[in-house]
């Protein structure tokens, strides 16, 4: 049974592709086949007898050939307009129907007409249907008056079997009609949810690249602005004291190891498949947090700067998404003060969690040179504000009252989606 239905349902699949291909087709073989059934009968001899069909062909009037072939033409050939003008093709059959039981004459063919009313149901437009069924009511009682005075039936009988045909025809019609409605709204909800999915796959990816691109950024300035800082410091004292050369070279070696570790943790994530157990060690460390800022200190002390470091509240109670995102706000701010204020400013930072906020605050005491223009919305704060508008942050920069650059960042620590 199941391959019997799978069979019938790759028919029917086929048929629908060849109908779409050769839309006259399928109507020019209804056609053919009405004329077959239904005309022929009518115009070919009949047999000696009293009963069946040539009974009931003497029950009317005996019209010419002529004309019988002229109502049968016009009862069944605008079948082959019933999909692409339904309501023509119904009103042409109507027509013809009327003026044949007009004269008493009943022909096989009658049957294009319920044929017909079905196109329409299915094919034509909704509001013609109350019109399509005046009509019918009216071209169904003139063949119930016909036949009851023909034959030996009430017109009672006859009202029921034509009405009940009427029925059987127009909500069969509405019924396709609503069913290819309901699965032609199932493909397009379907073909919406996978343009919805590709749509939040795309802007998965973008906000993946923007998070990769922010962490980059982070990297790559801090670190290459603290290797500068040891270059040019390396230089200056090359010949004067060459072990502090040598050790502003170290420094710029561990610097560089520390970011190339960095850079690989970091775009090991836009792997596809991670490598094996050795490989892929490296890559799953964890990201740095709070505790990883007396580190980031030290290498900027190493540069030149002195940095003082406080912090006051609970820092442990911080999940790891705050933490980095303090990390990597505090090495942005560090990394400007460095390449704005030079190797002999000194920065205050204090980190202070106060639930429900944590409050970060960067002060140089600017260079004791001519003073370097600052962007205001350089690439840096741009990164310190997005990161910060993570947590519902704020971010407050600019010159200092007493002379420097002072950058003071409050994130929002409550729960979102917290319990009312």
């Known amino acids: 049974m199941g391959r019997l239905v799978a069979r019938i349902n790759r028919g029917g699949q086929r048929l629908r592709q060849a109908d779409r291909a050769h839309p006259w087709a399928l109507d020019t073989l209804m056609v053919a086949v009405a004329i077959v059934m239904f005309c022929l009968p009518d115009v070919l001899p009949q047999g000696s007898g009293d009963d069946g069909p040539r009974k009931l062909s003497t029950a009317f009037a005996d019209l010419p050939l002529a004309a019988t072939l002229t109502l049968q033409a016009g009862l069944v050939l605008p079948l082959l307009w019933r999909r692409r003008k339904p309501l023509l093709a119904f009103g042409v059959i109507a027509a013809v129907f009327i003026l044949q039981w007009s004269l008493n004459a ?25 019109w399509a069924g005046a009509v019918m009511a009216g071209a169904v009682v003139l063949c119930a008056i016909r036949v009851s005075s023909s034959l030996a039936v009430s017109i009672g009988d006859a009202l029921f079997f034509l009405l009940s045909t009427v029925t059987a025809a127009l909500a069969l019609g509405l019924v396709i009609r609503i069913r290819r409605a309901q699965l032609a709204g199932l493909r397009e909800r379907a073909a919406q949810l996978e343009v919805e ?36 410091a390396g230089a200056y004292t090359a010949d004067a004291a060459p072990e502090r050369g040598k050790e502003a070279l170290n420094l710029i070696s561990d610097t560089g190891r520390q970011a190339l570790g960095e850079l690989r943790r970091v775009l090991g994530v836009l792997r596809e498949t991670a490598g094996d157990d050795a490989s892929s ?140």
Not at 214 to 222: K, L, T
Not at 363 to 369: A, L, M, R, V
């Open 106 to 130: 009943g022909l096989r063919a009658d049957v294009a007409l319920f044929v017909a009313l079905y196109s329409l149901a299915l094919h034509g437009r909704l509001p013609h249907l109350p």
């Open 281 to 420: 060690g490296p890559l799953l460390r964890p990201q740095p947090g709070l505790v990883d800022i007396d580190m980031l200190c030290a290498g900027v002390r190493a540069a030149g700067p002195e940095v003082v470091y406080r912090t006051a509240g609970d820092m442990d109670t911080l999940d790891k998404g705050v933490q980095l995102t303090a990390y990597r706000i505090v090495q942005e701010a560090l990394t400007n003060a460095l390449k704005h204020a030079g190797a002999d400013t000194r920065v205050g930072l204090s980190i202070l969690v106060e639930d429900p906020r944590l409050h970060i605050r960067v002060q140089d005491t600017g260079p004791s040179g001519p003073a370097k223009p600052r962007n205001d919305e350089g690439h840096g704060l741009v990164g310190i504000r997005e990161r910060a508008a993570l947590y519902g942050g704020t971010v407050s920069a600019g010159p200092a009252t007493d002379g420097g650059w002072n950058v003071e960042v409050t994130l929002d620590l409550t729960p979102q989606g917290g319990a009312q």
């Open 197 to 232: 999915r590709d749509q939040r796959s795309r802007l998965a990816t973008a906000t993946e690249r923007a998070r990769v691109a922010r962490e980059m950024h982070d990297i790559v300035g801090h670190n290459l602005a603290v290797i500068i800082s040891l270059a040019d």
